[in-house]
């Protein structure tokens, strides 16, 4: 009996002609290398998306490679997902310093960590001169995940003092000598030519955020929700997330003002970077109440299970940013079924469909690296008037957040992350 050849499609035989024996190996090597990941932000002290990202990415990446994590903070469990973790403590010595001061002194405690790897893989500018640094020193490539951008977030001076201006040369330090940057979205990848001119273009590739949509998904008890004082009945417009200038919340609180007293506002929350924001803040939440009642301030993290009841129920999920990446809690909220009202700025655009898994609202911006809205009483205005149309419409909110389940699904898987995030490593090794 013969046996029947069947003969290799176009594409695949084309890509097996350009794969040479020098390729074979590099194809292969990276699952036998050592990856030594660098990070503030680790289970369980995470405080933004960077955190999750890295959290994220290590469990998934735990079982390709050899993976080391070294991370900021207090001691933890040695194991991650079969990643190797190790802590690192701000220097006694550096106790009282200024904060990038003691991010620096920091990193320097990394780098002998490091001796061994491969490569080495930073995430923000806090880990990324311990990347920088045990390049040079171990001869190794040094990969920069790109979360948020120094030359972005001028308001940092508030808090840091002249700590920002040591900050913003580490970052740039790191990224025009990195052998690969990974940006989170396209329009991170083009903050980063404009505000890095001198970083080589061929050298920044998008890897987009992801979200684990089995631990994020839709939960429709309402215990947890009814125990924080929200009514599952009624309407509610949810925001989560730290409240720093770049997430908007005045412009929130501001256009809350605007929707109807009936819907209820959730807040959860973080702590305010600065005290002037804080008293801002404070200020525009007890105007509210007096005028309109119906907040419900939650100034604590939540446990998942809670903040996924929080997203389940929700008419419609709030991201009212001036300055997005990507937004990981975007695409949390789109995983619980939540349609969103999201400013069309940074990386947004490529999570959120709009008029599809909810509705994106113009916002055209300042160009001096602050993001101010360049008409804020229009952009609050379009901001109301997108969330009433929603609330008003809970039929097509529901729709939206349906659809927004399916691309959490479809498009932001971890797993297909992980492969992209290997293939910057093999690009560079």
Known sequence: ??????????????????????????????????????????????????????????????????????????PREADYHGARVSTYGVPQNLADANAAVQ????????????????????????????????????????????????????????????????????????????????????GMRQDILRCYPDVDPARVQVVHNGVDTEAWAPDRNDDAVRALGIDP?????????????????????????????????????????????????????????????????????????????????????????IYEPLGIVNLEAMACGAAVVASATGGIPEVVEDGVTGTLVPLEQVQDGTGTPLDPEGFVNDFAEAVNALVADPERARSMGKRGRTRAEEHFSWDSIAESTLNVYRSVL
């Open 1 to 74: 009996m013969t046996a029947t050849v069947h003969p290799l499609p176009l594409v695949l035989e084309y890509d097996l002609v350009r794969l040479t024996l020098e390729d074979w190996p590099r194809l292969h090597y990276v699952g036998n290398v050592r990856i030594d990941i660098v990070t503030k932000e680790f289970p369980p002290e995470i405080y933004g998306g960077a955190g999750v990202h890295v959290a994220e990415l290590a469990r998934v990446l735990a079982g390709r490679v050899d993976l080391g994590v070294h991370c900021f903070g207090a």
């Open 103 to 186: 991010t620096l002194g920091t990193d320097l405690s990394i780098l002998q960590g490091i001796a061994g790897a491969d490569l080495v893989h930073s995430h923000t500018w806090y880990a990324n001169m311990a990347g920088h640094l045990a390049s040079l020193l171990h001869g190794i490539p040094h990969v920069l995940s790109a979360h948020s951008l120094e030359p972005l977030r001028p308001w940092k001076a508030e808090q840091l003092g002249g700590g920002y201006a040591l900050s913003s040369w580490v970052e740039k330090t790191a990224y025009e000598a990195a052998a690969a940057v990974i940006a989170v979205s396209d």
């Open 233 to 321: 009945d009624r309407p509610s417009v949810v925001f989560v997330g730290r409240n720093t200038r770049q997430k908007g919340v005045p412009y929130l609180l501001r256009a809350a003002a605007k929707i109807p007293s009936d819907v209820q506002l959730v807040l959860c929350l973080g702590a305010a970077d600065t005290p002037e924001l804080a008293a801002e803040t404070a200020r525009l939440i007890d105007d509210l109440e007096a005028r309109r009642g119906s907040v419900i301030l939650i100034e604590r993290m939540l446990p998942r299970h809670e903040l996924i009841q929080i997203l389940s129920t929700a008419t419609v999920f709030a991201c009212p940013s």
